[in-house]
């Protein structure tokens, strides 16, 4: 069985309240890799209640308690996170995108400036930091997406749409993969891949040098 399909299986058979030792046995999957999987799909009460092995029981709570604690955890390091960076100055701002562009950026084309991501937040981001540090009018950005064969195009365009706060108009035409979303395991975020793009030679050549720039000094100042 293909590992896709032992995912999927695996999901179908936490939803109908098996356990984690349950599943790893009839799947025949290590541990750590069904812990990946089902981190997002825990026990009801109701499902705990129905097991029949206290043993296993025992360790979903246990599991459920642990969660809880690093919720807590993650939580209070994203407000010490917040004091320490927020709010972000000018500077920091364009040099957060400049290490963007240099991850995620296009650099072959000479004129062409575009950003693209499954991760909406990354997307949105991306399109704050071309209007507020790259200075370039929301009319001149155009924004594309790569969707698979069997997605709703209209949806997700409108999905888009207001995740960004683009008009529609300034979609291209969505290019579509062959290949169905269906038969990919998707680790993304369920709407195909976006970008937002502008063209503008100066501010690209510029973008390349400054990111080269970073490339070739590491100097720290104390």
Known sequence: ??????????????????????????????????????????????????????????????????????????????????????????????????????????????????????????????LEWMKRSLKIPKGKIRVFIHLYNDMNIKDEIDYWSKVLNMPKESFCKPYIKKSSKKDIDQKGFGHGTCGVRANNTIIKENILMAIKLLADNHTIIS
């Open 1 to 126: 069985m293909a590992l896709v399909e032992k995912r999927r299986l695996a999901l179908t058979l936490r939803n109908e309240g098996k356990s984690y030792s349950q599943i790893k046995k009839e799947l025949g999957i290590s541990k750590s890799t069904l812990s990946g999987w089902l981190r997002n799909y825990p026990l009801s009460r109701e499902q705990i209640r129905l097991l029949r092995d206290f043993n296993e029981v025992r360790i979903e709570k246990f599991r459920q308690t642990m969660m809880l604690k690093k919720q807590n955890r993650l939580d209070r390091y994203y407000k010490n996170q917040a004091k320490t960076w927020l709010p972000l100055s000018k500077r920091e701002l364009y040099l957060a995108g400049l290490f963007l562009y240099w991850g995620e950026g296009s650099k072959s084309e000479n004129h062409t400036i575009s950003i693209n991501n499954t991760d909406p937040k990354v997307v949105k981001f991306a």
